[in-house]
């Protein structure tokens, strides 16, 4: 309780008991920079559930809209001093929320320099701005074709104050202002400017994402986006090669592991150690990969996704929660595909499974046969 009550202090300073029981307290709360009256009645028992919150007509005003999670809050914590750091930082996100609904709008000039901004960088590379003007989408076209945008979050001191950038980028994106002499301009130019040269910096990435994409009947994910670094390739029925690329170095080795029965990726998996000296940065990821696994994968042009897709020998569906079957029994009569998660509900509602550490023994739903399960922390 001492512990309780000294962090309790700690954290709210100017909030102090006004009995020696310790059932009222009084004081003030603080959130940037200002500090609110307010008063807390504990029941004898001094359960949270049954306190009353007694506010100043400040604190009350801010806090409008917020009631119903004040009194959920009060609900479920624990102790005041947990309730009160949660109240805490439901004040700070309706001061802020307040500042934004009734910050000024910003100064006529705003608007015709960046109107200006735009005029210079050309019309045709704005795909949208909204009504304010506080959020813009450019967008520009790689040596490939490739076509790519950036949102730019503009706040009411722009051009004094630089702009958030969201870009579908692989890597972090961060662009600086660097404003030139007698170029009013060169605020938004110098940003789209980075864009562009971070865009020519990722061509060769996306130039072998998207050769992966194009010549090989890619699992996961269905719809890649341009950040998206990972593919899931089919390689034959129930067999599949999940590689990561390195952005800055598209072409070099891939992180790599197999997904099926041992039977099959185990040989797999001896041919890339033995091969990987024959590697060929000069080469594209792809024809090194056939290269170093000595395979051709699966054409799309002949053949259908469904003929590498089999539906979970558990829920009968392909997709659970995003994830597809990865887990398939080594019995090479049977090659059942499992989603990891339905095969370790079955296997552990079995009483003749057992479990070391994260493996579980058990057996096939579909032939009996022995079935080992390694619980990993991907997502599948």
């Given at each position: 309780m001492a512990v309780t009550e000294a962090s309790l202090l700690r954290q709210c300073p100017l909030l102090l008991p006004q009995n020696r029981s310790k059932t009222v307290y009084e004081g003030f709360i603080s959130a940037q920079g200002r500090d609110f009256h307010l008063r807390v009645v504990l029941p004898e028992d001094l359960q949270l559930k049954n306190a009353r919150l007694l506010c100043s007509w400040q604190l009350r005003t801010i806090l409008n809209?917020?009631?119903?999670?004040?009194?959920?809050?009060?609900q479920h914590s624990p102790d005041l001093?947990?309730?009160?750091m949660e109240l805490k930082m439901l004040l700070e996100v309706a001061l802020k929320n307040r500042q934004e609904l009734y910050a000024p709008p910003p100064p006529p000039q705003f608007y015709s320099s960046l109107i200006e901004e735009i005029g210079t960088l050309g019309w045709d590379k704005l795909v949208y701005v909204d009504t304010c003007f506080s959020t813009i989408k450019l967008k520009a076209e790689d040596a490939?074709?490739?076509?790519?945008?950036?949102?730019?979050?503009?706040?009411?001191?722009?051009?004094?104050?630089?702009?958030?950038?969201?870009?579908?980028?692989?890597?972090?994106f961060s662009a600086s202002r660097t404003p030139q002499v007698n170029s009013p301009q060169s605020s938004l130019i110098s940003i789209y400017s980075q864009f562009l040269a971070a865009i020519e910096s990722l061509k060769a990435f996306w130039d072998v994402m998207d050769e992966?994409?194009?010549?090989?009947?890619?699992l996961e994910p269905e719809k890649p986006p341009r950040c998206a670094t990972a593919r899931r390739i089919a390689l034959g029925n129930n067999v599949s090669i999940n590689i990561e690329v390195d952005p800055r170095y598209p072409t070099m080795l891939p992180e790599c592991f197999f997904l099926g029965a041992d039977h099959v990726v185990k040989p797999l998996g001896i041919k890339l150690s033995r091969n990987i000296h024959l590697w060929d940065p000069e080469n594209s990821v792809l024809q090194n990969l056939k290269d170093v696994l000595e395979i051709d994968f699966p054409a799309r042009a002949i053949l259908e996704k469904s003929d590498f897709t089999m539906d979970c020998g558990i829920c009968y569906a392909y997709q659970l929660d995003g994830a597809i079957p990865d887990q398939v029994c080594d019995n090479s009569q049977c090659g059942?595909?499992?989603?990891?998660?339905?095969?370790?509900?079955?296997?552990?509602?079995?009483?003749?499974?057992?479990?070391s550490f994260n493996i579980?023994?058990?057996?096939?739903?579909?032939?009996?046969?022995?079935?080992?399960?390694?619980?990993?922390?991907?997502?599948?």
């Open positions: 809209g917020y009631h119903q999670i004040v009194q959920q809050r009060m001093m947990s309730f009160m490939s074709g490739r076509e790519h945008l950036i949102t730019l979050k503009l706040k009411a001191k722009y051009p004094a104050e630089s702009p958030e950038c969201f870009v579908d980028f692989p890597v972090p992966i994409d194009e010549k090989t009947w890619v059942q595909p499992f989603h990891q998660i339905c095969l370790y509900e079955w296997l552990r509602g079995l009483l003749t499974s057992r479990q579980i023994f058990g057996e096939c739903p579909y032939c009996s046969k022995p079935i080992t399960l390694k619980m990993s922390g991907r997502k599948h």
